[in-house]
Nanobody, 118 residues
Framework: QVQLVESGGGLVQAGASLRLSCAASGRTGGIFDMGWFRQAPGKEREFVSSIARNGGSTTYADSVKGRFTISRDNAKNTVYLQMNSLKSEDTAVYYC???????????WGQGTQVTVSS
């Protein structure tokens, strides 16, 4: 079993930065891609960013491109999401996800709240 635990959320003003972390524990050897998703109140969960196992390939939603940066430290089994120039529309619960011996995300964290005040 793999567990994913997010941290780093909080309340910030527009224009500020936050760094989210997602620590994986358990049988982490089968983790392939990892990603971040978010869900705002009354909206569906949406993709934010992903990173390949070796960190060599990253993808971003258009809404965060140029402001967010995803990275991972496989030695620490941790993936990060550096969020700069935050906007009120970035307010959401952010979820970490992993592909474990799979081509789709099949493990999710519990989420961390990010609130950006304008």
């Amino acid at each position: 079993q793999v567990q994913l635990v997010e941290s780093g959320g909080g309340l910030v003003q527009a224009g500020a930065s936050l760094r989210l972390s997602c620590a994986a524990s358990g049988r982490t050897g089968g983790i392939f891609d990892m990603g971040w998703f978010r869900q705002a109140p009354g909206k569906e969960r949406e993709f934010v960013s992903s990173i390949a196992r070796n960190g060599g390939s990253t993808t971003y939603a258009d809404s965060v491109k140029g402001r967010f940066t995803i990275s991972r430290d496989n030695a620490k089994n941790t993936v990060y999401l550096q969020m700069n120039s935050l906007k009120s529309e970035d307010t959401a619960v952010y979820y970490c996800a992993a592909k474990i011996f799979a081509t789709s995300y099949n493990k999710w964290g519990q989420g961390t709240q990010v609130t950006v005040s304008s």
